[in-house]
Nanobody, 117 residues
Framework: QVQVVESGGSLVQPGGSLTLSCTISGDVFSIRAVGWYRQPPGTGREFVAEVTNTDVTSYAESVKGRFTISRDSAKNTVYLRMTSLKPEDTAVYLC???????????WGQGTQVTVSS
């Protein structure tokens, strides 16, 4: 019912910027929030940022002041603007669409972000 596709990952130098996109299709009106998560190599998945359908945002402490999450309702797309990137930000970044009335969300396939000189 809900499909999630991430895009925008690439290789970027430390200190650089990158914007990821998460496009949602299907029953978009059932979604209460969209979150970005990441999985660094050899580690588990961790929360990065979230925006609700009322534009309430939340961020992990490690990215506060550097990352900004936003949404474009007309395009059914959520963006994650990343600035001042560090090698520690290297990870597969995944988008999760969180519906009302469910104990699980819909995950995208992930997009690779590599921060390296």
């Amino acid at each position: 019912q809900v499909q999630v596709v991430e895009s925008g990952g690439s290789l970027v130098q430390p200190g650089g910027s990158l914007t990821l996109s998460c496009t949602i299709s299907g029953d978009v009106f059932s979604i209460r929030a969209v979150g970005w998560y990441r999985q660094p190599p050899g580690t588990g998945r961790e929360f990065v940022a979230e925006v609700t359908n009322t534009d309430v945002t939340s961020y992990a402490e490690s990215v506060k002041g550097r990352f900004t999450i936003s949404r474009d309702s007309a395009k059914n797309t959520v963006y994650l603007r990343m600035t001042s990137l560090k090698p520690e930000d290297t990870a597969v970044y995944l988008c999760n669409a969180e519906p009302y009335g469910q104990n699980f969300g819909y995950w995208g396939q992930g997009t690779q972000v590599t921060v390296s000189s």
